[in-house]
């Protein structure tokens, strides 16, 4: 053999990667006959996930607007994209990192806001954020969680966090999210458009169940002083007697709901008006179904976050965001629990890219569920994925630890399928490496 004969020098035999890392662990402890207790498959995991749950909760979790369609079109506009692998690429390291607006990335993951998460397991987003800050994800903390920001912050340790807003029709309560929520270290501020009214969710709508309306999901709400401000004052100004309710089974368990959820005393909360008072201004400030563009211009008098709009779908809404000076977009149709028959949100990432240009930051949220998923959206244009569902899923079946396996084996799939197409990092990563198919 001649020298020019000789295949290459080899470099010495790199770290794993992520991917690597993840399959190592899993596959050592099948050694010793011990598999994963959250399920790497998808389906899988969603099944599994859904054993565990109450029927309030599945319906919470797994349903979706009208009959389904959106949800249905979600996976199917991932499922006509085909990856087109390269080889002999010799890609041996991958770096995974972005830095998004302010926020330094290790992988173009963020966990999505979810609401009324106490459905799947008490202290819902303590522990979604202590999955998030274990495997350094940032988590979008949602304006429906189950514990106060302040909580919540406290178990992300130096891991970013994003808060996510819906708009109230109580202005001074806006200012007060907006507040606390830069006051505890926020790195953007994510204005949800998209449920400015509750969509129709025939699986909720069959059970009679609004989490809400039980006093679940209202904790930033019942931490707040304009909120408590606002309860009080109509506490104050209620005149006669108190309207009657019918006393059955649920209207006490609901009442206890309520009860248990509002700050104070369990005991003192059952003599106070307050509680039960609480659910309704809620649900009387909840969102603004009079959201417009003008509200969002104040936002730069009333913020020093980036402002991130949450639930566009039409290119012409992502242009005229970005004109007005919006510095991100997440392209999102709530995870088909709005608009029944709406756009897939891959699909409409796609001509939204093509109309704002490769500069703009945009984000993807709904129907992602793996590792295959991110590599696809990030070919077709998505600086990061949020990720829902599938991280409540770990909750509901192992906790904070479940979280943070959710989001390990999305990465490492993300890790892997980049190191076997040649993606040596995310910028390599385009529709260069994709076909459509039918």
């Avoid at 080899?10 to 959250?38: I, K, L, N």
């Avoid at 330094?104 to 303590?126: E, I, Q």
């Avoid at 025939?202 to 709400?221: H, K, M, N, T, V």
Wanted: charged share 20%; glycine share 10%.
């Amino acid at each position: 053999m001649t020298t020019t004969d000789r295949p290459p020098a080899t470099a010495p035999t790199p770290a794993p990667g992520r991917g690597r890392d993840r399959q190592t662990a899993v596959y050592r402890a099948g050694v010793v006959g011990r598999r994963p207790r959250v399920p790497v498959d998808a389906a899988a995991l969603q099944a599994a996930a859904s054993r565990t749950m109450s029927r309030r909760a599945r319906a919470y979790v797994d349903g979706g607007a009208g009959e389904g369609a959106t949800m249905r079109h979600n996976r199917e506009a991932f499922d006509r994209w085909r990856v087109v692998p390269r080889v002999l690429h010799a890609t041996t390291h991958r770096d995974l990192s972005r830095r998004v607006l302010a926020t330094d990335l290790a992988a173009p993951l963020l966990l999505a806001p979810v609401g009324a998460g106490a459905l799947v397991r008490p202290d819902s987003d303590l522990l979604i954020a202590r999955g998030a800050a274990a495997t350094g994800t940032p988590y979008v903390f949602s304006s429906q969680g189950c514990n106060p920001m302040e909580d919540t912050a406290a178990e992300m340790g130096t891991t970013p966090f994003w808060y996510q807003l819906y708009w109230s029709t109580h202005e001074p309560l806006v200012d007060s999210m907006i507040g606390r929520a830069e006051a505890l270290g926020a790195q953007a501020l994510v204005v949800t458009l998209d449920t400015t009214v509750l969509g129709w969710r025939p699986q909720d709508l069959s059970l009679g169940s609004l989490p809400f309306a039980r006093g679940e999901g209202i904790a930033q709400y019942t931490s707040d002083p304009a909120f408590l401000a606002l309860l009080r004052e109509r506490v104050a100004a209620a005149q006669g007697p108190a309207e009657k309710v019918d006393v059955t089974l649920a209207a006490v368990r609901s009442l206890v709901s309520m009860t248990r959820r509002f700050p104070g005393r369990f005991v003192d909360n059952l003599r106070s008006p307050e509680p039960r008072a609480a659910v309704e201004t809620f649900l009387g400030t909840y969102s603004n179904p009079a959201l417009s563009w003008d509200h969002l211009a104040t936002l730069r008098h009333r913020t020093s976050l980036p402002v991130v709009l949450k639930g566009v779908l039409h290119p012409d809404d992502a242009e005229r965001a970005l004109e007005a000076g919006i510095d991100a977009i997440v392209v999102s149709n709530h995870g088909g629990r709005q608009v029944d028959r709406s756009v897939a949100s891959l699909d409409a990432l796609v001509a939204i890219r093509d109309r704002v240009g490769p500069d703009p930051t945009v984000l993807l949220d709904s129907g992602v569920r793996t590792g295959a998923d991110v590599f696809v959206a990030l070919a077709l244009g998505a600086d990061a994925c949020l990720l829902g569902r599938p991280h409540l899923y770990g909750l509901a079946l192992a906790g904070a630890e479940g979280v943070a396996e959710v989001v390990e084996n999305v990465v490492a799939e993300l890790d892997l399928t980049m190191g076997l197409v040649g993606a040596a990092t995310l910028d390599d990563i385009g529709r260069g490496l994709l076909v459509e198919g039918r």
